[in-house]
Structures are given as C-alpha cells and as structure tokens.
C-alpha cells in the first residue's frame, strides 16, 4: 500500500465513521490540539495576517475533529452516550463560527476573558 493511500485513509477514515471514538478523541481531538499548538508557538503574534490564517487554520481543525467525533459516535455501544455525543459535537459546531468571528474581530482575546483591559 502506498504512503499516499495511508494518509488519506488516516484523515478520511474519521469522517467516514470507521474509527473508533476513543481514537478520534485521542488523537485527532487530543495530540491534534496539542501539535497545532504547538505550532502556534512559531507564529508572529504581532502580524494580524499570520495570526488570522492561524485562527481559521484552527477553525477548519476543529471542524474537521468535530465532523469525525459526531461520524464515529456510531460505533459507542451506549444509545446514551451515542445521542450525548452527537447532541455535544452540533453544539460545537453550531458555536464554532461564533467563536471564530469573535477572535477575528478582537473580541475574544485572552485579556478579555479575564476581565484586564
């Protein structure tokens, strides 16, 4: 099997629902958010331009991890904890272009969350 063919059944698998939860939690949701973190350590945060592509960067990561949570429900055992998951990862989605138009536009900053202008 080629190299190619591996990495587009890892990113497309999630979204087929034919990954486990746990999997899509833990390492898309997880070590993901950890990864492109940690790539947020390398970005200009003086540049509004580099700090907007990163905002959306991480506006379609979070809607592709969201996407993959709600796909991979199917496969929990619980109806409980299927409809739980699914019900959380629409409200995630529903608030996700919230959020992003919040942070785009200035409001939602770090020092604005904790009350110092």
Known sequence: MSEESRLIRWV?????????LGRV???????????YSALGLFIDVESDRAMRVYT??????SVYV???TYRCAASMRSSF????????????LA????LA?????????????????
Do not use: C, H, Q
């Open 12 to 20: 497309m698998d999630p979204l087929r629902g034919k990954t486990t």
């Open 25 to 35: 939690i833990g390492w898309y949701g997880i070590v993901g958010s950890l990864v």
């Open 56 to 61: 959306i960067g991480g506006l379609i990561f």
């Open 66 to 68: 969201t996407i993959a």
């Open 81 to 92: 904890g299927r409809n739980f998951v699914r019900v959380s990862a629409l409200i995630s």
């Open 95 to 98: 608030l996700l272009p919230v």
């Open 101 to 117: 138009y919040l942070a785009l536009s200035g409001a939602l900053t770090l020092t604005s969350l904790g009350g110092i202008e």
